[in-house]
């Protein structure tokens, strides 16, 4: 069965400190894994997106890393802000079909403490 | 950034009323989706549209329905809402590559947040 799943569920960190948030994928096969940022009440925003062959991509503060062949991916945000409070979104895709079909994990909780 | 809109963003309503969830994109992107939402769990996909005139169910069984008649308008319907329909329901589009495709992004709109009384 293809399966995302997310950890930590919740997390608290104070504002300026790191943190680094987990996806176990069990997608297959595997096309690539996306992680998006969704702020309470609005819709998800794209942070990176990785293919098979990329093992990591920064955007700003947020460095993803892939490890296909254990199908792990992590998300760590540096220097946290407090706007970096929301919920962190780890999506699959697979290679099923020429359209692909995407597996939504159930998001971590970030809050961040000033 | 995303020129996808939803109305309303908050709707309370009570049992067996029918209602329109709106969605319009400006981007001209063929592929537009809608998605369900409750607290702490995952998305999950109700209805697509690869253009003008195609509709097609998603893998939740939903008491929705879509249609589309112009490319940038993607509504969904609930002829009798229930209580069990209160969720978030978030619209999405994308190019033409795909939904999974490594070079195509999923815009979201900010959703609408249903309750039925």
């Known amino acids: 069965k293809n399966q995302v799943e997310q950890s930590p569920q919740s997390l608290i960190i104070l504002e300026g400190k790191n943190c680094t948030l987990q996806?176990?994928?069990?997608?297959?096969?595997?096309?690539?894994l996306r992680w998006y940022k969704q702020d309470t009440g609005r819709g998800p925003v794209s942070l990176t997106i990785m293919t098979f062959s990329e093992n990591t991509k920064s955007n700003g503060r947020y460095t993803a890393t892939l490890d296909a062949d254990t199908k792990q991916s992590s998300l760590h945000i540096t220097a946290s802000q407090l706007s970096d409070s929301a919920s962190y979104i780890c999506?699959?895709?697979?290679?099923?079909?020429?359209?692909?079909?995407?597996?939504f994990g159930r998001g971590t909780q970030l809050t961040v403490w000033p | 950034e995303a020129d996808i809109y939803q109305t309303p963003r908050y709707l309370v309503i009570g049992t067996g009323k029918k209602i329109t969830l709106e969605c319009s994109q400006t981007?001209?992107?063929?592929?537009m989706y809608w998605y369900q939402q409750d607290p702490g769990m995952e998305l999950h996909l109700i209805h697509y549209?690869?253009?003008?005139?195609?509709?097609e169910k998603g893998d939740l069984s939903s008491e929705s329905t879509v249609s589309r008649i112009r490319t940038e308008h993607f509504p969904l319907t609930l002829e009798s809402a229930r209580p069990s329909h209160t969720s978030q329901y978030l619209c999405?589009?994308?190019?033409?590559?795909?939904?999974?495709?490594?070079?195509?992004?999923?815009?979201f709109g900010s959703g609408t947040q249903l309750s039925v009384l």
């Open positions: 549209s690869y253009g003008v005139n195609s509709t």
């Open positions: 996806c176990n994928y069990t997608v297959s096969p595997f096309s690539n």
């Open positions: 999405a589009s994308s190019e033409r590559e795909g939904e999974g495709s490594a070079n195509e992004k999923l815009f």
């Open positions: 999506v699959v895709s697979d290679r099923g079909s020429t359209l692909g079909r995407l597996y």
């Open positions: 981007m001209g992107h063929d592929k």
